[in-house]
C-alpha cells in the first residue's frame, strides 16, 4: 500500500470520524422534536406521577433539544409567562442556563410546583458525561446552579442538589412522593399532569403532541385519546374571527347556549369592540359585552335583535345583523361538539382575532374610566395569541364528565 493511499484511507477515517460525532451530536444536542416515553423506573417519572402534594406538573423529553422544537411549534414560550403568572401567582418561564445549554442536556426533566408558586421543583436525568463535567465546571467556577448549593433566583431562596443521577432545584418544601405505578404511554414531546383544575383546565393528564401540520394538547388517556382523533373537524365560517361558546347539559334543543362572537371583516382598530355580538339561546341571563357595563354608563346603547330561537346583542346594529346571518353556520360549529356539557368552546383565525382583540383590548385602555380587570383579562388573551406567530385555526373545547381538555393548532395551508 503506498503513501497516497494510505493518506487517502486517513483521510477518509478522519472525514467518517467528523460525520460520526456530527451526527452523534445532532441526535443527542441538537434542537429538534423528539419523542419518548417516562421510564417505569426512572426517579423523574416517579417524581413526575408521585409527587401529588405539588398538583401541576409538567415532564419533557429531551429537554434540550424539544423546548426550541416546541416554541418553534407553539410559539413564543416566554411570551407565555403573564399566562402562568396570572393563574399560577409565578412566573414560571425563566430558569438560569445550563453552562453553555438553555436547558440541561437530559433524558428528561419534569416541572413540579403549588399554584401558588411557593413550591417548584425541577429536576432533569443529565446524561452521565454532561453531569461529570457540569458540576466540575460549577465547582471551579464557584456555580452552585452546576454543582449543587443554595442559589438566589428571582429573590427567591433556591436549593440545588444532585441525587440518584438527576439534578435538582427546589424551592420551598420538599415534595413528598407516593409510590405510583407509571403507566405504558405512547410517545409525546411533553405531559401535563394537573391535580385539580388549573383555571378553566380541568384536572387530567395531558399530552401534547406536534405535528408538521401543529400541534395539540389532548388528554393522554388512550380512550379519550381515541375519541378525540376520531371527532370532525368543524371549520370557522371566514367572516367570522373568533367564536366562543358554552353549551348546558344535557344537550337537547331546549339547551342553553351562550356564544360570544367577533365578526373578520373589520375596517380598523376602533371598530373592533363595536364589532363583537353576543348569541344567546334558552333561559337566563346572556354573557355580557367587552365592556358593556361601564359602557353603558357612558351612554353607549347595545342594539338587540331575535331570530330563529336566539337572542342578539351587540354595540353595532350591523354587526348584529351580520350574525344573524351567520347563525346556521355557528349552529354547525357548535353541533360538531360531542362532549356534553360544553363548558367552553372556542374556534378561531388566529391572524384574524388577534387583530380583533387588539382592537378591543384599545378601546377598553382608552376609555375614562378603566375596567381594569377587564382589560387585563382581555389583554391576556390577545398576548397569549400573539406569541402564537403563525398563521392558521385554533380550536379548544373543555367540557364532558368527566371535564377534560381538547386543544388544537392547525397552520394554514395544511389539512
Known sequence: MNRTTKFSLGLGGVALLIVALVSHAYYWYAPRARVGSPGIEDPTS???????????RVWIPFPHQNLAALEHAIGDLEGLSEISSYLMSRDLASLPSFGPFRMPPARDLVVAGSPDGSRIVVAATVYPAVAVLARLAGR???NAWLAGGPVELHGRAVEVEWRDGMWIAAQGESAGLETLPVPDLDPTHSLLRLEQSLGPVPKGLYRVDVEARGWQIVSAEPDARQDSDARPRAKLPSELALVAASIGSPPSPNSVIETFVLLSDVGGAGEQIAR?????????????????????GLGFEVSEGTQDGWSLAGYDEAAVLAVADQLSSISELLESVDEAPLNLGIWLDLAAARGALDGV??????????????IRLWTMAARSLASLDQSGSLSLQIGGLPPRLDMRLERQGTD
Open 46 to 56: 416517579q417524581l413526575f406521577f408521585g409527587a401529588r402534594d405539588l398538583p401541576l
Open 140 to 142: 471551579l467556577a464557584g
Open 276 to 296: 363583537s355580538v353576543i348569541a344567546h339561546r334558552g333561559v337566563g341571563e346572556r354573557w355580557q359585552l367587552p365592556g358593556e357595563r361601564l359602557l353603558s
Open 361 to 374: 383590548v384599545g378601546t377598553l385602555s382608552a376609555l375614562p374610566l378603566p375596567a381594569t380587570e377587564q
